[in-house]
Structure formats: structure tokens, C-alpha cells
């Protein structure tokens, strides 16, 4: 602290040192981009949207809690450091004064934590250059709709002034604070106003009449944006994305929804999609370098050699997001006009129905001329019609590629995939390598359900484990479907060099922790002949098993038993990875 034992000599040069530290606070800001203005209290004032000002009578208030000033903002540095040389004379008289005599009040309006002087800006920049940390103020307090901060800079005040705005027009602030709805850049809150029209505008043809602004933005916050902001939260989402605000993200997941109803045509529900987006936009360093990872890769490898995603993930991803809910909310099924695709269609309808899913059908041609014929509008009229006679509602997509490609790239926003088994993988081995189904379950993040005919009870699963990965989330899977289906489980394992003799044992220890009964048989031999064989003896309509191997190069030399059970099963079967 200095010594203010000093004349107006000793003031004056102190004031000069005051000034050059100014210049230097100005200079270091524009380095950092960091602004060193202090606030102007009308310009504040405006933007905020006063309502009203109440006196608070006198009190100490913290030095470093004034912003801003009434008339001089433009005179000091945000530290109060004086910038025109013209005060010299003035701050020196202050200066002598404070070394005998405690300096009278100031005059401040206070706006949230924020003070602006009103009279008494050399006093506060003297009691600052002393070193002080409280000041003797008459405090009037200025009621604004959104609050402010001591540390809120001038590039700030736009989206204050935008929040300001906002809440005067929906009035949300009646029903939540305004921190609810922060964010941390400019623009953001014309795009909550469009949300909540597109919001009014599906109630209002729902309803069949016409709602206010007011209700709309009332209904948008409870129907739109709390459940998105609700999975935000529960998973810590924020967490890996540090500056960002629940809002932000909120209206960063309704973009990128937009853009994949754009270009994949999935009209996909915000629970759905949260997790996924995150790790796919997350921008921590090491989240970059996994994903570029995973790109070069994606490059490198022929997607008949891809080994897919590590087990488990869709159940990390999906199923976290849904603790206890459902587990297949998101259905893609793949139409491709034939009587075995519409026994595909019939059973994901199933699915959807006990699950209360939406089913995200997709068809692929190999040209844009392709798109065009009359067979086109048959199929798209035959999926419409067996929706509706199931009673509920899927949307058709139409494109042009490499379908195992095409669903790989959706798979990653569904949780089921469903396709026919019309053409399983062939025993010969450049058959194999060339089989599309085959690429498929190497390569997608989701269960792949098999269906090779017409659609079963599904009241019947067996589940063929051995121990893997794979065939944990099989077992997960199936202990599910007893549960929320009501199934019957018959769980049966081979024994193998590769099968371990404690492996029934686990699989029963998980059943009976989660409450679930099953019947369970060893049997010896070829694998895929003894799990076709039990199938057989306990009528199963669901045969669940993991998928392949973690090296595909392995399995397409000698083949695997998922690919001896596809080609001989009757039974629907549900690939888990």
C-alpha cells in the first residue's frame, strides 16, 4: 500500500502513475481482447430494460463491484485508473483530502451486483489507488429483468440486452429465472422466438385453435425444451463442454436434428440423439483425435474388413440416456419391395408397437432415375398402408447408394436395425465377403434383428451365450425382453475349447440378480447345429447371440457360427453387439 502521507506535489505524481498503468491496461486488453472499458449506466440501463428504481439508503459496497458510470464512463479504465489528463488537478485535491479525512459517499445505482456511479468517480479511483476494498455509497437499486454481474464486459451486454428482450416478449421469466435460459453468445434467443412459433404454430393444427405468444412460450418450455434440457443434465453433458450453457447446447442439438432429418431423412426424437451428438461434436481434444481416429480408419479399411464399434456402446450411448425406459425408441427397418422386405417391415411394426417407437423406414436405388418409376410410389403407398393397418405412424426415406453403407451411417441415430434375411451370407468365401448383410453386422453400432420369414409371436427367446463381449449385450438384451415383453427364456451354451465352464453360471447369476427366470441347457457339438437344435426343442420364436468375433479378417477365412445360424434358421434372430 503506498503511503498517503504526501502534498499535492506528491498527489499529482501519483496521478501520472495512475495514468500510465492506464495505458498499460488498455494496451494488455486489446492484446487479450479482453475489454478495459468501464460500463455506461444508460447504455446498461436501456439494454436491460429497467422497470423501476427503489433507494437503499447507505451502505459499503465492494470497490471492485463498480462497473460502470453515470457520465464519465469513458474517463477511467475498468479499474478506475484515470485516461484524460485533464482530471489531474481534480484527483489530486481528492487525494490529499483522503490522507486526513474519510472521503464522503458516493452515489451509485446498483443493477443485479453491479454498481454505477453516479457522483464520486475520482473518490472510487482514489480509494482504489489506496488500496481499499469497500466504499461508503448511497445505493439506489434499478430492477431489470435480467441480471448483472461485477465481471460482465461491454461485449456481454449484447446478449443481456437480447435476454432482456426476450423475457419482456415471452414473459418466461414468470415461470423460470432468467439464468435458466442463458447463453453465452449473441443471436441465440431469436432462435428460442422461432422455436417457440414453430412450437404455436404444430399446437394450434393440433388443437384447432389459436393460442397467444404467451401460452406458446409457456408450452414450449415444459413440452420442448425442459425434457431436452433434463437429458443434459442427467448425463452431465455440460461437463465436456466448458462456456456453454444448457440453452446453448439445447438449440446446438435442434440444429444438428434439423440437419439429420436433412441429409438421412430420420425424423429422430432430442433423447435419442443428445449423447450421440456430443461425442460427434465434442470439441476436447482428445474426443477430435478419437473421432479422426475412427475417420482414417473408416478410410483405410474396406468395409467388408471393418470391425465396427467396440461392443457395448450403444448401450453406453442410448441406453444411459433412458435409465429404466425403454431400449428401442428409434426402428430402421430396410424396404426394398419384395415380399421378404414387407415380413421385415411387419416385425419392426411389432417391435414398435410393444416398444412405442417410431419406425424409420429406408429404401435405396442404385441411380436418381432409379427414384422416379411407378415402382417407387407402390412402395411408398404399401408402407403407408401397413403403418396405418398397424395403427402407427412411420415415415419412408428414399436415396441413392451402397445400402449396407447407407444404413451403417443411420445406425448410429436408431436403436434397432431390422432387415430381411432373404440373402444371408454364402459358405464360399468371395460370396461371403461380397455379402451385404454380412457388412452390415460388422460394421453397424446397433442389434441387427434377422428376420427370414413371416412375423412370430415373439413370445419365446432363446439366448445362445458363450461368455464374449457380444454375448453380454445379447444377455442384457434379453433379459429386457422377459421383462418389459413378458417372454419366456431358454438360455443354452455350447461347450467349445473357447467356452469356459463357468460361463452358464454368469449367465444365471445376472438373470437372477434382475429378477429374472429362465431354463437353461448345455449341449456338445457344432455350435450353430446345437443352438438350431434347442431352438428347435423349446419352439423358440427369437433366437438372441452375439455377433461376430473382434477379428473380421479371422471370420471371413473360416467363417463363423452366426453366419451357419443365418443360413439355416427360420426363427427372427437379434445380433447384438
Partial sequence: MLNWSYDVSAAVEDFRAARRRAALEEILARLTGKSAELLSYEDVRRKLRATGATPRGVRDIPLDAIVGSVGRYSDFTRSFLPKQKSDEERWAQVGVAAKSTELPAIEVYQIGEAYFVLDGNHRVSVARRKGLQYISAYVTEVHTRVPLSPDTRPDELIVKAEAAAFLEYTRLDQFCSATDLAVSIPGQYARLENHIEVHRYFIEEQEGREI???????????????PVVQVIREQCLLCDLPGRTETDLFLWISQHRVAIRQE?????????????????????????????????LDVVTPDEFGGGPPPGQWRTEHV???????????????????????????LALEVARREGALVHGFHAEQSEVDLTGEHIQAVEAEFNRRCQTAGLAGKLTFEVGNVARKIRDRSWWVDLIVLSLAYPPEPQLTARLASGFRTILHNCARPVLAVPGPVSQLERALLAYDGSPKADEALFVATYLVDRWNMSLVVVTVASERTKPEVMGRASSYLETHGVQATYTQKRGLVAEAILQTAEEHESDLILMGSYGPHPLLEAVRDSTVNHVLRASRRPMLICR
Fill in 212 to 226: 397467444s405468444f404467451e401460452e406458446a412460450a409457456r408450452r414450449w418450455y415444459h413440452e420442448a425444451y425442459l
Fill in 264 to 296: 438421412l431423412g430420420l425424423d429422430l426424437k432430442p433423447e435419442s440423439a443428445v449423447t450421440r451428438l456430443v461425442d460427434q461434436f465434442n470439441p476436447k481434444p482428445e474426443r477430435v483425435a478419437a473421432r479422426l481416429g475412427r475417420k482414417l
Fill in 320 to 346: 444411459a440416456a433412458r435409465p429404466g425406459g425403454r431400449l428401442f425408441a428409434d426402428v430402421l427397418v430396410a424396404i426394398n419391395g419384395e415380399e421378404a422386405g414387407w415380413q421385415a417391415l411387419d
